[in-house]
């Protein structure tokens, strides 16, 4: 049995066409999905730069759905609504062992390792799945993952209450970490970026927008924290700027989270880290219990995805919605309804 999907076929390059339904293993479900969004990791697929992606492949790990049918004794029944946590770990490496499957050795994920979301039908773990609560819709659903990892990184933050927070890129991670700060507590979330669109957005959703492109952002954060700089800045656009901002902005023993994964290594100023006293963290995709709490956080209507989604798609327009996430002044979240 076929069935349609979005493909990446090469850089640049992506197609509506066919691949075959999946089979189920033991202990798989099969997932009609409903909606399937965008993703950072999508785009840089799409731009013929993730080492582990082959084509062809339907991307999307970022999905919501229903069981179609299920292989093996489980506690789900067929017609449930779910949403994906896509992540696939080993379930031996150290990291597993010690209850950090997100941070396994060999991590892989639906949707860049295997077939994902932006086809008709997607097997899936059993122990992958989040049943959607009554009341959320599946397209916000379909957030489920992105809002995990906001919540995993504040998480992974010193956020304490009334603390400065700068936001560094105001796309989909970086509008939800500054939305989840704000609910840890925050004081003032500064949010930079050069997307009138996006800050826009940003202002919509309580936060302080600052344009790139119009004020030295270094400076308006120092001005806007009685020249001391923000307890905690999270850097969301992985470019040499903003690696170079998130040590200016920081203040005097304050902390650095990178979340972006950085296309090109940046140079990075140690010695001015050093003076300070600045620690730097990272961060990875989610657990599970951050996967939860974003789930409760969206039910509960805490955190509102709602003018995060810019389009909604039919699958046959996957080359559309690939354009349109080119471009940050037009779109924030594409969703594919297959």
């Known amino acids: 049995m076929m069935m349609k999907a979005g493909l990446y076929i090469s850089e640049k390059k992506v197609l509506a066409g066919q691949i075959a339904v999946p089979d189920l293993?033991?202990?798989?479900?099969?997932?009609?999905?409903?909606?399937?969004?965008?993703?950072?990791?999508?785009?840089?697929?799409?731009?013929?730069?993730?080492?582990?992606?082959?084509a062809p492949l339907a991307m999307g790990h970022e999905f919501s759905g229903r069981i179609e049918?299920?292989?093996?004794?489980?506690?789900?029944?067929?017609?449930?609504?779910?949403?994906?946590?896509?992540?696939?770990?080993?379930?031996?490496?150290?990291?597993c062992l010690a209850g950090a499957s997100h941070v396994c050795k060999t991590l892989k994920l639906i949707g860049i390792d295997k077939h994902g979301g932006f086809a008709e039908y997607v097997a899936v773990p059993f122990d992958r799945l989040h049943r959607i609560p009554e009341g959320l819709s599946d397209a916000h659903a379909a957030l489920a993952e992105p809002v995990a990892i906001a919540v995993h990184t504040v998480r992974r933050s010193n956020?304490?209450?009334?603390?400065?927070?700068?936001?560094?890129?105001?796309?989909?991670?970086?509008?939800?970490?500054?939305?989840?700060?704000?609910?840890?507590?925050?004081?003032?979330?500064?949010?930079?970026?050069?997307?009138?669109?996006?800050?826009?957005?940003?202002?919509q959703l309580g936060l302080t927008a600052l344009n790139a492109k119009e004020v030295n952002v270094t400076e308006e954060i120092l001005k806007r924290t009685d020249g001391n700089g923000a307890e905690v800045v999270f850097e969301v656009a992985g470019n040499q700027i903003t690696a170079k901002q998130m040590i200016e902005t920081v203040k005097t023993q304050g902390q650095i989270v990178v979340v972006s994964v950085f296309k090109q290594a940046p140079t990075i100023d140690l010695a001015a880290m050093h003076y300070r006293e600045i620690s730097l963290t990272t961060t990875r995709c989610c657990s599970k219990s951050d996967f939860a709490k974003a789930i409760n956080l969206l039910h509960s209507g805490a955190i509102d995805v709602a003018p995060l989604i810019s389009h909604e798609l039919p699958l046959e327009q996957i080359e559309e919605g690939f354009h349109l996430m080119e471009n940050p002044d037009v779109s924030i979240k594409v969703l594919f309804h297959p």
Do not use: N
Not at 34 to 40: D, Q, R, V, Y
Not at 72 to 85: C, K, L, P, Q, T
């Open 69 to 95: 049918r299920l292989q093996g004794e489980s506690d789900w029944a067929v017609g449930d609504r779910v949403v994906i946590e896509p992540t696939l770990s080993c379930g031996k490496c150290e990291a």
């Open 159 to 203: 956020l304490k209450v009334g603390d400065h927070v700068v936001v560094l890129g105001a796309g989909p991670i970086g509008l939800l970490t500054g939305m989840i700060a704000k609910q840890a507590g925050a004081g003032q979330v500064l949010i930079s970026d050069i997307s009138s669109y996006r800050l826009a957005k940003a202002e």
């Open 25 to 54: 293993q033991p202990g798989e479900a099969l997932i009609k999905v409903a909606f399937a969004g965008i993703c950072g990791t999508d785009m840089m697929i799409y731009a013929g730069k993730h080492p582990r992606a082959k």
